[in-house]
Nanobody
Framework: QLQLAESGGGLVQPGGSLRLSCAASGLTRDSYIIGWFRQAPGKERAGVSCISTSDGSTYYADSVKGRFTISRDPAKNTVYLQMNSLKPEDTAVYYC?????????????????WGQGTQVTVSS
């Protein structure tokens, strides 16, 4: 069964950096899109960034382009999200989400289950 385990959240000051990790297990398909959604209190969940496990192609939401970088380590079945120049509006619970090789499907929420989520708080 697909399992996704996030780590790396925390409290950081504006302008700071964090790196999130998502370790995936139970992968049965040849390829996936794996990435991150986030949800802030009172707001809709939104896809932030994802990466293809087959060719490494990436997607970034406009709000994080130029600040966040997604990468993968195939040997560890792990996806990373390097978040730089963090802003208070980046504060949210970040969830690791896997889906088939279809960006539109991933943006609709990919496969269940999602990871348990990790809190990112950007505050001075």
């Amino acid at each position: 069964q697909l399992q996704l385990a996030e780590s790396g959240g925390g409290l950081v000051q504006p302008g700071g950096s964090l790196r999130l990790s998502c370790a995936a297990s139970g992968l049965t398909r040849d390829s996936y899109i794996i990435g991150w959604f986030r949800q802030a209190p009172g707001k809709e969940r939104a896809g932030v960034s994802c990466i293809s496990t087959s060719d490494g192609s990436t997607y970034y939401a406009d709000s994080v382009k130029g600040r966040f970088t997604i990468s993968r380590d195939p040997a560890k079945n792990t996806v990373y999200l390097q978040m730089n120049s963090l802003k208070p509006e980046d504060t949210a619970v970040y969830y690791c989400v896997a889906g088939p090789e279809s960006l539109s499907t991933w943006l609709r929420g990919g496969f269940a289950p999602w990871g348990q989520g990790t809190q990112v708080t950007v505050s001075s």
